[in-house]
């Protein structure tokens, strides 16, 4: 069982990496829910953050990757702008336990 982290750890319109054994994710938490993929930018294969914990855009309304700009939706994880549109994150399954995230 691997805990990610508390529900409440993550600020709302914010995202958090993880560093799991050679794998890293990151949450992000948008309307009080909360969100997981793979940190692997379906155009490369490569993080997608310059700075620790910067995964959205600006206006904190799309997951942004900080290489040649892709933009995915919080929800969904589709890529809708960029080189690889229609493409998609990898969503990791999850589940919420005494208020952590607890990946499947
Ligand atoms: S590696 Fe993410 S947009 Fe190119």
Same mark, same amino acid.
């Given at each position: 069982m691997t805990v990610l982290?508390? $529900?409440?750890?993550?600020?709302?319109?914010?995202?958090?990496?993880?560093?799991?054994?050679?794998?890293? $994710?990151?949450? $992000?938490?948008?309307?009080?829910? $909360?969100?997981?993929y793979l940190n692997s930018c379906p155009h490369l294969g490569i993080p997608l953050e310059f700075q620790p914990d910067e995964f959205l855009d600006m206006d904190n309304h799309f997951i942004q990757c900080a290489n040649h700009g892709a933009l995915f939706e919080v929800e969904t994880g589709d890529c809708v702008a960029g080189p690889c549109v229609g493409q998609a994150l990898q969503a990791i399954a999850f589940h919420l336990e005494d208020g952590n995230i607890v990946l499947d």
């Open positions: 982290c508390a $529900v409440n750890d993550i600020e709302e319109d914010s995202a958090r990496g993880f560093d799991l054994d050679g794998r890293t $994710v990151f949450a $992000v938490k948008k309307d009080a829910q $909360v969100f997981v």
